[in-house]
């Protein structure tokens, strides 16, 4: 078996202890030697998980995988991280059977005649090519993001370019309101003060007739 198929069979193994150890408690049974199993499985199942880790780690590192491939992978390892987290939980609560007992006594890890996930096949785009030629398409890739970020941090300079244009003639128009509106008003302040000598002019020749 691989790694990663032996990791699924010791997360299966340690699904079946903690049920049996709370079928032992539920009839009344002694369960300590069963306890003694299901945390040494589970010391045992977070070894493999870091050895999954360590591996998948230096396989991108070294081009060994793809970037793309490399997070498929990464998604099975946090897979089964979850897994060892709940039955480490589920052990300590002795006598419960949480949802991931069953699922995993269901699932059965990797069982024979079927396909491990952790070797399954690339894509078409990266079936059949060699290490050369994979760092050569990421690097393809990667150009292409950046040529795109690229593209799009123009897009969005030019957008704040527009956006302090029309600043720009807002400020302008708000100038040209604030002349008018100051024209306007000395304009007013005019047409008072000749009504007011007017008045005044009126109010003399009245009196002098």
């Known amino acids: 078996l691989s790694l990663y198929d032996a990791t699924c069979q010791v997360a299966q193994e340690v ?4 049920q049996e150890r709370n079928r032992y ?13 299901i945390r040494s499985s589970l010391q045992n199942l977070r070894e493999k998980i870091d050895q999954l880790k360590d591996l ?3 396989a991108v590192s070294t081009c060994q995988i793809t970037q793309l491939e490399g997070d498929r992978r990464q998604n099975l390892v946090d897979d089964l991280l979850t897994r060892q987290k709940q039955l480490q939980a589920s052990y300590k609560n002795e006598g419960t059977e949480p949802d991931v007992i069953r699922s995993s006594l269901m699932t059965g890890g990797v069982k024979r005649g079927v396909t491990n996930p952790w070797l399954l096949e690339e894509s078409e785009e990266t079936r059949g090519l060699g290490f050369d030629d994979l760092r050569q398409q990421q690097r393809r890739i990667i ?3 950046d040529a ?8 969005i300079s030019r957008q704040k370019q527009m956006g302090q244009e029309i600043g720009n003639e807002l400020d302008e128009q708000n100038e040209i309101i604030d002349d008018l509106t100051n024209l306007v008003e000395n304009t007013d302040d005019k047409l008072r003060n000749q009504t007011r000598h007017v008045k005044v002019v009126d109010k003399k020749s009245t009196s002098c007739g």
């Open 15 to 18: 699904a079946e202890k903690i």
């Open 25 to 37: 408690q539920r009839n009344g049974e002694s369960s300590a030697k069963l306890n003694v199993i």
């Open 56 to 58: 998948l780690l230096r």
């Open 143 to 145: 150009e292409e993001q």
């Open 148 to 155: 795109g970020l690229d593209a799009l941090s123009s897009i």
